[in-house]
Nanobody
Framework: QVQLVESGGGLVQAGGSLRLSCTAS????????MAWFRQAPGKGREFVAT????????FYADSVKGRFIISRDNAKNAMYLQMNSLKPDDTEIYYC???????????????WGQGTQVTVSS
């Protein structure tokens, strides 16, 4: 089992920045691929970004490409999402996920965090 805990969410003005963190505990073989997803009220969960174990592969949703940066520190069992140039449309709950693959689909991930709220005011 892998336990994931997100932190770093909050309220920020449009154009501002936030850095989300995800800390993993338990079996590290469940964290080869890690990703961020997000979900707005009444909508489905959507892919944001993914990163491989070695950080050699990253992939972003078009909606965040050029504004968000995903990274990880395996020594700390942590993953990060640096969010810049935030827009009101980025207001969602952000979820950390881990699994054996890095892919832009929910089915690739076995473990999920509880989520952290990001709110961007206009």
């Amino acid at each position: 089992q892998v336990q994931l805990v997100e932190s770093g969410g909050g309220l920020v003005q449009a154009g501002g920045s936030l850095r989300l963190s995800c800390t993993a505990s338990g079996r590290t073989d469940g964290t080869y691929g890690m990703a961020w997803f997000r979900q707005a009220p009444g909508k489905g969960r959507e892919f944001v970004a993914t990163i491989s174990w070695s950080s050699s592969y990253t992939f972003y949703a078009d909606s965040v490409k050029g504004r968000f940066i995903i990274s990880r520190d395996n020594a700390k069992n942590a993953m990060y999402l640096q969010m810049n140039s935030l827009k009101p449309d980025d207001t969602e709950i952000y979820y950390c996920a881990s699994g054996r693959l890095s892919a832009p689909t929910m089915s690739a991930y076995d473990y999920w965090g509880q989520g952290t709220q990001v709110t961007v005011s206009s």
